[in-house]
């Protein structure tokens, strides 16, 4: 069975900080995508980054980067110069045929 | 159209009693999958629809059932509620296939008392 670990409940930085939030995950599955999601308090989950199992090739879109490690199983998502309207709460998810195992989420507050 | 909605966004319901949750999902998308969010978690899997048929359910009793119609629009239904049962519940649709990746909708949160 799947299993996602968001070590980090809350996180609080200062504007244009850089902030890097945490994800370890566990599957047998040789084949799976690990996701992340941005929930803010509208409650609506919206897509940010997905990366598959055979693609550790990390990658930088805009102020969003991610760090993809099948050797320690970590998916780790950096957002570089934070803005106050990147609070909310991340969601690392891994998903096997459709079926999404998300963490527990990291609450990221930004303050001006 | 663009999109997944959910309906409706709020609702009360009393111990016992019976529930239906709507989702109307993004044109196109034949699959749909419902999770359960309780409040400070993650959500979590309750059931997966394709072309009208369950093919994948998480850890939920049977009292957790749904529909999805042949306008892939959908519902969660959920018998004899429980205190526990209080949560977000979210909608997502999309195409078929492995890492497409989810619409989601903004949820319904259901409140049992």
């Known amino acids: 069975a799947q299993k996602v670990t968001q070590a980090q409940t809350e996180i609080s930085v200062v504007e244009k900080e850089d902030v890097t939030l945490d994800c370890v995950y566990e599957?047998?599955?040789?084949?799976?995508?690990l996701f992340w999601y941005k929930q803010p308090p509208s409650g609506e989950l919206v897509f940010l980054i997905r990366r598959n199992s055979f693609d550790e090739q990390n990658e930088i879109s805009g102020r969003y980067s991610w760090n993809f490690q099948k050797s320690t199983s970590s998916f780790n998502f950096t957002i570089t110069a934070s803005q106050v309207v990147d609070s909310a709460v991340y969601f690392c998810?891994?998903?096997?045929?459709?079926?999404?195992?998300f963490g527990s989420g990291t609450k990221l507050n930004v303050k001006p | 159209e663009t999109g997944v909605t959910q309906s409706p966004t709020h609702l009360i319901k009393t111990r016992g009693q019976q529930v239906t949750l709507r989702c109307s999902s993004q044109s196109g998308h034949n699959t749909v999958s419902w999770y359960q969010q309780a409040l400070g978690q993650g959500p979590q899997f309750i059931f997966q629809y394709y072309r009208e048929e369950e093919n994948g359910r998480g850890n939920f009793p049977p009292r957790f059932s749904g529909l999805q119609f042949p306008n892939y629009s959908s519902e969660l239904n959920v018998n004899a509620l429980e205190l526990d049962d209080s949560a977000l519940y979210l909608c997502a649709s999309s195409l078929p296939g492995q890492g497409i990746g989810y619409t989601f909708g903004s949820g319904t949160r259901l409140t049992v008392v």
């Open positions: 599957t047998r599955d040789t084949t799976y995508y």
């Open positions: 998810a891994c998903d096997n045929f459709n079926k999404f195992y």
